[in-house]
């Protein structure tokens, strides 16, 4: 069973650029989740999908970032216009939906991350 | 201010030793407690979590923690570090009803 995948591993763009990155949950999963690491910081939770539906926003930053998940598959975030504060590294997880709260937690599976440089 | 917090940020240890990393959270209720690891390239991987019940959690690759309730701690140990186990290590917790909270890691290098 494929994992988390996630595109690119490493963007490395300008100030002022547009970064698009890509997301593919399991197979079969419903949440979809994005977090970021800022600055070798905590993990900080930025939105939850629940299929295509945006469950919650509250982590997003500010109205440059942009995600979406049309057909609730795939998932993109889009920083426009990008700027030095938004390198990081951004993790995507998913996991199944599931009745109940913890559940859908405690079988979240992470991707590996895409590693932004902003310069 | 609720908070997960590893007070380690960077820890060496030899081949062979015992490890032990530190994980305070700050919830009012004991929420739910997970031990994450990534390795380079990698992405999260779940070593171990606690909902309820014994208080000692066996993980993955020989990893334990312990939950002190009185200590609002949830500490990662392994009696005997293997190279492979150099890698970040992130504390996190799951307060009832809301998403996860991730410490700020803490980076393990293994020397041989």
């Known amino acids: 069973e494929a994992g988390v995948t996630q595109f690119p591993s490493h963007s490395v763009i300008e100030k002022g650029q547009t970064v698009t990155l890509r997301c593919d949950p399991i197979?079969?999963?419903?949440?979809l989740y994005w977090y970021r690491r800022v600055m070798g910081k905590e993990i900080k939770f930025l939105l939850h999908?629940?299929?295509?539906?945006?469950?919650?926003e509250s982590g997003m930053p500010n109205n440059r970032f942009l995600a979406e998940r049309t057909g609730g598959t795939y998932s993109t975030l889009k920083v426009q216009p990008a700027e030095l504060e938004d390198s990081g590294v951004y993790f995507c997880?998913?996991?199944?939906?599931?009745?109940?709260?913890?559940?859908?937690?405690?079988?979240?599976?992470f991707g590996s991350g895409t590693q932004l440089s902003v310069l | 201010a609720q908070s997960v917090t590893q007070p380690d940020i960077h820890i060496t240890v030899s081949e062979g030793a015992s490890l032990e990393l530190r994980c305070n959270y700050s919830?009012?209720?004991?929420?739910?407690l997970f031990w994450y690891v990534q390795s380079p390239g990698q992405g999260l991987q779940l070593l171990l979590k606690y909902f309820s019940g014994d208080t000692l959690v066996q993980g993955i690759k020989g990893f334990e923690a312990e939950f002190k309730r009185s200590q609002s701690s949830f500490n990662l140990r392994k009696p005997s570090v293997h190279w492979s186990d150099a890698a970040e290590y992130f504390c996190a917790v799951v307060p009832y009803g809301q998403n996860f909270v991730f410490g700020p890691g803490t980076r393990l290098s293994v020397l041989p």
């Open positions: 997880a998913s996991s199944q939906l599931v009745a109940g709260g913890i559940s859908t937690n405690e079988k979240l599976f």
């Open positions: 919830y009012g209720a004991t929420p739910y």
């Open positions: 999908f629940v299929k295509e539906s945006k469950q919650d």
């Open positions: 197979s079969g999963h419903d949440n």
